[in-house]
């Protein structure tokens, strides 16, 4: 059964950092793409980063490029976020999952149906 479990949340000022790490259990993780998702109240889920599976090629959603800097580390089966500049509307519930990129839409989505609890990211003006 796949598990994966997010933690590394919690409540920054804006211009704030933050490092978001996953484990992964109950899959072959260095067989899958690997991204990170996020879900504000009222909002719906987007993806923001996804990173292949050898980690050399990463896509980020343009309002986290530049901030954010998504890797793994297959031989522990997690994955990471560092969230710099972190702003206000950073602010969700973010998770990890598999990932794959639409080129033509340019967009981060999954398939993923083994969500984890997520991990509470707050960003205070």
């Known amino acids: 059964q796949v598990q994966v479990v997010e933690s590394g949340g919690g409540l920054v000022q804006a211009g704030g950092s933050l490092r978001l790490s996953c484990t992964a259990s109950g899959l072959r993780f260095d067989a899958y793409a690997m991204g990170w998702f996020r879900q504000a109240p009222g909002k719906e889920r987007e993806g923001i980063s996804c990173?292949?599976?050898?980690?050399?090629?990463?896509y980020y959603a343009d309002s986290v490029k530049g901030r954010f800097t998504i890797s793994r580390d297959n031989a522990e089966s997690t994955l990471y976020l560092q969230m710099n500049s972190l702003k206000p509307e950073d602010t969700a519930m973010y998770y990890c999952?598999?990932?794959?990129?639409?080129?033509?839409?340019?967009?981060?989505?999954?398939?993923?149906?083994?969500w984890g609890q997520g991990t509470q990211v707050t960003v205070s003006s």
């Open positions: 990173i292949a599976q050898s980690g050399d090629i990463t």
């Open positions: 999952a598999t990932c794959y990129w639409v080129q033509r839409i340019g967009a981060i989505q999954t398939t993923f149906n083994g």
